[in-house]
């Protein structure tokens, strides 16, 4: 890859980065060779920090990383395209990019599977996540169970309220199975996709 940083005149070229899963654009950086490499040798995504004037590790103070899937760059060599994994809100606001004023409502299942690798790493008596973590495997998939079939009770019932909530619970600690299987809702949607494209 080749990537023409004497283009500008601070030798900086623009780094455009993308979620890897949901394709969403999450932020704009700049790079240095030196970030470029950095990036490369650990994975996770570095920028030159104008204000800092050094590196930065995307994350290096809140733990919000951009885990590093691929690097290209465009037709002029000049500018990067970088698709990562987040794993947690990108933007200093809180929100998953820096255009989004803290709106998930786009692929907010998605969004949903990072603040639950988040939450399950604090204390269990701040996070009811932590607390079901801590208990194993067999009781988050009893937990899933118990959901299926209050979900199945109220679907014969004519509550749309309680029904909705019911499917809610469920696909909340559908998802926690899921993590705690090491998975994400994204394996499921590609078997999904394969089952249909037969």
């Known amino acids: 890859m ?3 940083f004497k283009k500008y005149a601070d030798g900086l070229v623009p780094a455009i980065v993308q979620d890897y899963t949901t394709h969403k654009v999450l932020m704009l950086g700049f790079m240095s060779a030196d970030a470029v490499q950095k990036t490369e040798q650990t994975g996770k995504v570095t920028f030159y920090s104008r204000s800092k004037k050094r590196l ?3 994350g ?4 919000n ?3 590093l899937k691929s690097m290209a ?3 002029d060599n000049d500018t990067l395209l970088i698709q ?3 794993t947690g809100p990108v933007c200093h606001t809180g929100a998953d990019t820096c255009w989004s004023e803290r709106n998930h409502s786009d692929n907010f299942l998605f969004y949903l599977e990072d603040i639950i690798r988040l939450r399950k790493q604090v204390s269990p008596d ?8 801590g208990k194993g495997i067999n009781k988050i998939a009893q937990k899933v169970g118990e959901e299926a079939v209050e979900l199945v009770i109220e679907a014969k019932d004519d509550n749309d309220e309680l029904f909705i909530n019911e499917a809610a619970d469920l696909l909340f600690h559908y998802l926690l199975l899921l993590n705690a299987k090491g998975h994400k809702l994204q394996d499921v949607m590609n078997v999904l996709q394969k089952r249909h494209s037969k």
């Open 60 to 63: 290096e103070e809140s733990g």
């Open 84 to 86: 990562a994994h987040p």
């Open 56 to 58: 930065w590790t995307k």
């Open 126 to 133: 701040e996070s009811y996540v932590a607390k079901l973590f």
């Open 73 to 75: 760059v465009d037709c």
């Open 2 to 4: 080749k990537i023409d």
């Open 65 to 67: 990383f951009l885990e």
